[in-house]
């Protein structure tokens, strides 16, 4: 009985020591685990925040050389010598309003052997399909219908007040989508998923449609298309990257002359003006306001409301030194509060006349006034700005333009406008949208892989009558699959490092000399908190 009961005290002790070493094993597994994963999304993190960084400074580089040659031709040169160079030419120039759907047939041969889609206006469903289908094969729409569907889309807009106001009462559910950035696979993507624009289907597109990705064309042309198809339920708002001065650098413009060699600049022209009518803004249910970057402290729905869009071809150029002043002082004249309620419609009382060709332009001349400083700073604040954690209005530095605003701005528009929800875009975040300002304000981005294959989510928001916002997640995926965590991480990694390499390059001129101030002795060695001022500084 003795040596059974010293056999089950033997056993029983080996299984305990057993059982230790199985939870110490799979203790070091955790940890080895948790430790692996914090260090891939500690890579992760900071190659974002590489590229984060120098697509922010590449910003603030096109605002502050925009800014030195307006100080230089406000200052040192006659105004009508060389005001052609900054200032968009008339768009009847190049593309006259008056221009009929047939002339442009008369004036513009499609060939026999284009095998493209080929419109006819009134656009249908059927057509926007034949685009649809072209694209996915990456055929080109000819440029004749390109410039139809631009002056037709014009016509559209033109018509649209400045802030848009919808209803969920109408659908069942309103989609908001962020920036595209010419990722044409993320928006067939999108209506892949949620189905096409229609009347039971409305979606909103908040702004950056163009730029950085190599079907920014293509994108436009469908939007446009359902916009005409559509245009109670297809809504587009202006974001910062519908600027001609911003596409010459950030490459829609060489993506369209490349594309469109003979009518290239027409379609440029052209394109000018429509971007300039795109409206500012979207309010659903008067509760949910959707808008491409942000809000100020200064932000004024009302006068935005009122004001002519389309004086801003361009935000790159803020209006002549001798305006600006004329304008603070105008502005330190006191003005009565405006109403609450935002009207649905542009001012009403301005004086219009139509012109032969059936467009409307102010009175008395055929060409918008130039902006005023107020106008100007207004529409930089909503399509530049960025929200932060701490409360105030502070200038973006960042970017060079706009501001950061805080949740104390945030909640002190919701009180004057009875908001309950800011959806804005113009941010990139790894997983396609955050949440921020106690769940009032939401970051939305629908371009997936936006810095390299695998870098981040798109997403998109769906609104339901309770305006419960449902949040959809996706990522266009060609190689991403085949890779584990680690090669990703690995991919967008290089692919930083790369970018930075580039940027030091750049500026090695520049980074030297800003040395040789820290190392007085030829040591040719710094502290690091020297080399992070200096190349934080440049």
Request: net charge neutral.
């Amino acid at each position: 009985m003795g040596n059974i009961t010293g056999t089950m005290g033997c056993s029983s002790s080996v299984a305990d020591r057993r059982s230790e070493k199985v939870i110490r094993a799979a203790i070091l597994i955790q940890n080895w685990y948790r430790f692996t994963m914090a260090r891939l999304e500690m890579r992760r993190r900071y190659s974002l925040s590489i590229f984060q960084s120098i697509e922010y400074a590449d910003e603030q580089d096109q605002l502050q050389l925009s800014n030195f040659f307006t100080f230089m031709l406000d200052h040192y040169t006659h105004p009508d010598s060389v005001s052609h160079i900054f200032t968009s030419p008339s768009v009847s120039q190049v593309v006259d309003e008056g221009l009929r759907l047939t002339e442009f047939e008369r004036k513009i041969d499609v060939p026999d052997s284009y095998y493209g889609p080929r419109l006819s206006f009134p656009l249908t469903i059927e057509d926007a399909n034949a685009l649809l289908h072209a694209f996915r094969n990456e055929q080109l729409l000819h440029a004749r219908y390109v410039l139809q569907l631009l002056c037709e889309t014009r016509k559209v807009l033109k018509e649209m007040p400045n802030i848009t106001h919808l209803s969920t009462s109408y659908s069942k559910e309103i989609t908001v989508c962020g920036d595209l950035h010419g990722n044409l696979d993320d928006l067939l993507l999108i209506f892949y998923k949620n189905g096409l624009p229609s009347e039971q289907n409305c979606y909103v597109f908040n702004g950056d449609f163009v730029d950085r990705g190599k079907n920014s064309m293509e994108i436009l042309i469908i939007l446009f298309a359902f916009l005409l198809i559509y245009p109670n339920d297809l809504h587009l708002n202006r974001g910062n990257h519908e600027d001609y001065m911003m596409n010459l650098r950030y490459g829609f413009t060489k993506e369209v002359s490349k594309k469109y060699k003979d009518h290239g600049k027409q379609i440029l022209c052209l394109l000018r003006d429509v971007f300039s009518w795109l409206p500012l803004a979207t309010i659903i249910d008067s509760k949910v306001l959707i808008l491409h970057g942000g809000i100020s402290d200064t932000t004024d729905l009302d006068f935005l409301n009122a004001l002519e869009r389309n004086k801003l071809k361009s935000l790159m150029r803020p209006p002549k030194s001798v305006r600006d002043r004329q304008d603070q002082v105008n502005e330190r004249t006191p003005t009565t509060r405006p109403s609450k309620h935002i009207a649905n419609q542009n001012v009403a009382g301005k004086t219009r006349c139509i012109s032969s060709s059936g467009s409307t332009e102010p009175s008395g001349s055929n060409l918008p006034s130039d902006p005023t400083l107020k106008e100007w700073k207004q529409i930089l604040d909503i399509l530049w700005s960025d929200p932060r954690s701490q409360n105030g209005c502070t200038p973006n530095k960042r970017r060079g333009g706009g501001c950061y605003f805080g949740p104390d701005v945030t909640a002190k528009l919701f009180e004057r406008y009875n908001l309950k929800m800011l959806i804005r875009s113009h941010e990139f975040k790894p997983e396609g949208y955050e949440i921020s300002h106690d769940g009032k304000v939401i970051t939305i981005f629908s371009a997936s892989n936006y810095y390299e294959e695998g870098s981040n989510r798109g997403a998109y928001i769906k609104l339901n009558p309770e305006l419960i916002p449902r949040f959809v997640q996706y990522r266009v995926s060609k190689y991403t699959r085949r890779q584990n965590l680690q090669e990703r991480v690995g991919t967008i990694e290089s692919s930083a490092l790369k970018s930075l390499r580039e940027k030091i390059y750049a500026h090695r001129s520049e980074l030297t000399s800003a040395f040789a101030q820290y190392d007085l002795n030829g040591t040719e060695g710094m502290l690091v908190t020297h080399l992070c001022c200096v190349t934080y500084h440049l």
